[in-house]
């Protein structure tokens, strides 16, 4: 069961996202709060896979939220979700350490997809918002990383950089997913960054697109 805790000031919104996961098979909806004060005294005797939090949440803004989690709680994934467009908030979720960010006009089956993926590791973005984040502007690293990489991680690395998600990579490679994920892991490593977001930069900054 995937361990959800929904962080959003609007009641109505709180009722609806918990109908919505606790009608699916598989997850497992640990609380609900208000607050950021309420997300933090929570988070104290609760461990959920996956806290969904509002970008607007009073007291804390959400980035500000987003990092307290990451230094707080490393274990606990966030997917942030809001009422403004991704052009607005999420590659600064991203940056700050988000597993997603959602937009609170996605369907159903969008809901249950992002944070099913987001609890197990993965990110979840849209393909614009890879593409954004993997050709932005940003801290170049020195081409030595480069001699480091095999022909298959280079193709995998492109390939995401691209924005192709794990299942993409794996059809256009011929690979399954889970070794696109060993391919990332590896990736990860040898380029020294710990994140989705860096790896893209890192991609960029190697000249793979």
Do not use: C, W
Not at 21 to 34: C, H, K, R
Not at 57 to 77: H, Q, S, T
Not at 121 to 148: C, H, V, W, Y
């Amino acid at each position: 069961m995937i361990k959800v805790l929904i962080a959003d000031n609007h009641p109505i919104i709180r009722m609806g996202v918990r109908n919505v996961l606790e009608s699916a098979n598989g997850f497992d909806m640990v609380d609900d709060v208000a607050t950021t004060e309420e997300l933090f005294k929570k988070l104290q005797n609760v461990t959920p896979d996956v806290v969904m939090l509002e970008m607007d949440i009073p007291e804390m803004n959400g980035i500000a939220a987003l990092r307290k989690i990451k230094k707080e709680y490393p274990n606990v994934k966030v997917l942030m979700y809001s009422g403004q467009s991704e052009d607005v908030y999420a590659l600064s979720a991203i940056r700050a350490g988000a597993f997603g960010y959602l937009s609170k006009s996605s369907d159903v089956d969008y809901i249950l997809s992002a944070v099913k993926k987001v609890s197990e590791g993965s990110m979840f973005i849209t393909n614009e918002l890879a593409q954004r984040l993997a050709f932005d502007e940003g801290t170049k690293k020195p081409r030595r990383f480069f001699r480091k990489l095999s022909t298959r991680e280079i193709e995998v690395l492109k390939l995401l950089a691209s924005g192709k998600r794990n299942k993409e990579v794996a059809q256009g490679l011929n690979l399954n997913e889970k070794t696109v994920s060993t391919y990332k892991a590896r990736l990860m490593k040898k380029l020294n960054v710990d994140n989705m977001v860096d790896l893209l930069q890192q991609a960029k900054a190697l000249e793979l697109y």
